[in-house]
């Protein structure tokens, strides 16, 4: 019977009552007394020559305070950049100045060229028409392979050239893998593009910074996943500001999906302005600022190759990918074609040889950097195509050669850094078979043929590494923060509890899931818990969310915290039943000694914590309020098997998605409906990347997709009514709740699902397509029947 | 956006003058025009509502003619037109959304004449008589090209009059992002023989596609334009499809409205 409360119980989310009800404190929703509002006047070309910017007329006009170029903010620092690569040849990256407001040159279309603030956001944006700007174009690199050819224009004049970095991993084994290739009885190789693409979280960014002249603190409102994270980018390394005089908030936030993870120009101006003005500084991004100015995502070109022996065992794996970095390196840009998406290489398998080459590119396109699934999608599309055409060629089933090549003893240490702490891909695998009417699918295929139907089946595997991250690990990877997570628990006299949590939620229920463990731990009722995060005012140093780390990670924080908030409750609890502190048990929310009916009440104990009249003072401190940093000793690594089944209208190459099932292993699950929640989310952004979205530039670096006219998003219609299941659990081995995170796993695992299946039709229809590009479009699917 | 004047007439006499002033643009839904001004692309100085305008609203079917009042919705059109010319309510029922459907009008649609737009197809298609304030305009002389037509300046969609046909049918292959028609087919059969109108595909904006026409007349059936053929000349090549691939669906469209005309 499914629990109705605690750990297991699918608790409806007490924040979607006042998000569906109009009472959510968004960003936006925050006004300041007297503030002022920015527009930022944006560059309309891709790369150019700043010859002259002249302001005077717009600082002129009705209702403008002040009018910024880049040389308002040559005193100031630059973006930082959070991650360092060190290349194949011991080098570090090469690592180009980030300006705030460009300077001497713009790099991409959308790059702030200089802003304007004035009373009222129409005001600054008529005046905005009056700057005159001269710029010389320049010609614009933005193919990647064209801009690491030799004598291609440079997108930063003091780089050697547009390589960010060329990487190898695990560089001492290349030879090795060299070897195994030229001993292989089979190689199958394929090249393939993951498309870039935008996060179109529903709310746009959003930056509010204020100033109080009196105490000479700052503070920005701001759509971030991380507010710590903004906090010591911003101020240590842009502004100069220490931590005492800049507060952080990121009150509820509208969806993130990694693009609000990452430290950009316009919270840095807002803060800065808001100082300059002694006025606070509103900016809200129109949907169309968002095509331009948040990070992108994905954008991989690559080669993979894979080695088998005569008995099919894979042997070795290679890849050589061209990542595009964009104009600039966004907050975690190098780690995510790298550690994120290097290390993820082995998959499911236990192929003894991996060497992975990424090259990252400077374009003069927006920044790329993480988006939902961070290099491990791109790991993960690769593989599982590769491994599907191998089986196709081969002529064997698909789902028979990856069983023969799963990993099934763990721990396992792959051959690319990381080590497998839990996971059984035989068990999820079964599952999804026991799910999906394998046997049933000739007869579907042939009712779909007598309809002028196409109908594919693809089925793949996924593994990915997340609960980001142990910091001695990531720091030996070139990250320059810690990555762990923290926890205050507060309980009050009463005996209710606030947790204030590094974490952030901006859409994954944590108000809900988090107080479910305390409530589990203490035998307490889940209202009694509340949640705090988001602002650094009140909540310890965090890093925030992303890389499904949540749980895992700022969950692990709570539960130590709370286990050092019980260690105490039980110690008052003894000394008001005079007992022993070893014999004292706490459940149901109440504290008994064991083998007597003395008991206590939890809220009895925390009164007596902060009315200590009879209390134990010689041995601890009143009050009842702990922090606890918790840093993982590994990653997590959830895993799963996928399906999908497409129908294609031949004459029209439209595709279908029929049934989409989805078995995963997230190990243990704290709240199974907001689980399947984020699964479906996931599944819709991958199923979206498969067969619909896409960013475009042209020749030039104009974006072509600037708006929902062209950039096709996922629709509600456009997605089948989904199979998942998660109830394969291998619980993680390292972290309290044994649990893995899930937030990112719909989206890894099911752009291969999708295509695998694609190409099945295709080849059902006799057509020799053994590989088709992302998004599959049915221009796309036409034309490669038609070819 | 900028700022502007509005005005919004009871008359259409009322609105023939607002529109003599000075940058005055007529506004119907607005669901071209609004996002437009929010990107500061146009800039009228007054807008001229013509929602106001009661004897523009409405749809009424008389002697073998559907007139629609050039305010009228599309949702009006979608419920109204249902029982008596089925084919067009199709059509109106699935341009854009419900918000949409209930704000944008079928003499904004053909005054702003997009490309990918629906109606054209369905105003062409049925030789359809384009009436404003000034003069009554044959489909045939009204679509001039993209975003182009034979309206004057100030010019003012009162109704639009549709023979109602035998039998027809809408069919419109989605451009994937917008939704807009990346190729939309409209084919009417009359007693006098068929029209066939085609939407999102030339570079020309809305056309008639004459060999069809003529084999359709000749045998309303979708086996009569097997092996015909559209050149891929003239056709959209863009992001969402090249001009081959349009200038395939415009069979594959045309087919399928035949199959389904009723």
Redesign the interface.
Known sequence: MPKDSGIGASTKRREDIRFLTGQGNYTDDINIAGQAHVYFLRSDIAHGTINSIDTSAAAAMPGVVRVFTGADFEGVGGIPCGWQVTDRHGEPMQEPAHPVIAQGKVRHVGEIVAAVVADSLSQARDAAEAIVLDITDLPAVVDMKAAVAEGATKVHDDLTSNLCYDWGFVEENKGAVDEAFANAAHVTTLELVNNRLVANPMEPRVAVGDYTRHNDESTLYTTSQNPHVIRLLMGAFVLGIPEHKLRVVAPDVGGGFGAKIFHYAEEAFCTFAAKACNRAVKWTSSRSEAFMSDAHGRDHVSKIELALDAENNFTALRTETYANMGAYLSTFAPSVPTWLHGTLMAGNYKTPLIYVNVKAVFTNTVPVDAYRGAGRPEATYQLERVVDKAARELGVDPVALRRQNFVTEFPYETPVAVAYDTGDYHATMDQLESMIDREGFAARRAASEANGKLRGLGVNCYIEACGIAPSNLVGQLGARAGLYESATVRVNATGGLVVMTGSHSHGQGHETSFPQVIAEMIGIDESMVEIVHGDTANTPMGMGTYGSRSIAVGGSAMVRAAEKIIAKTKKIAAHLMEASEADIELKDGAFSVAGTDKSVAWGDVCLAAYVPHNYPLEDIEPGLEETAFYDPANFTYPSGAYACEVEIDPETGKVTIESFAAADDFGNVINPMIVEGQVHGGLAQGIGQALLEACAYDENGQLLTGSYMDYAMPRADDLPNYQVDHSCVTPCTHNPLGVKGCGEAGAIGSPPAVINAVVDALQSGGHAVDHIDMPVSPSRVWSAMNS | ?YNFEFVQPGSVADAASAMAGEDAQALGGGQTLLPTMK??LASPATLVSLTGIADMKGVSAADGVLTIGGATTHATVASEAAGSFPGLAGLASHIGDPAVRNRGTIGGSLANNDPAACYPAAALGTGATIVTNTREIAADDYFQGMFSTALDEGEIITSVRLPIPQASNYQK?VQ???R?A?VGVFVAKYADGVRVAVTGASEEGVHRWTAAEEALSANFSASAIEGLSVAADGMIND????GA?RA??VG?MTKRAVAAAS
């Open positions: 956006m990107q500061r292959f994937p992002a917008s807009f990346l992001l969402h499809g090249t691939y395939h669906l594959v």
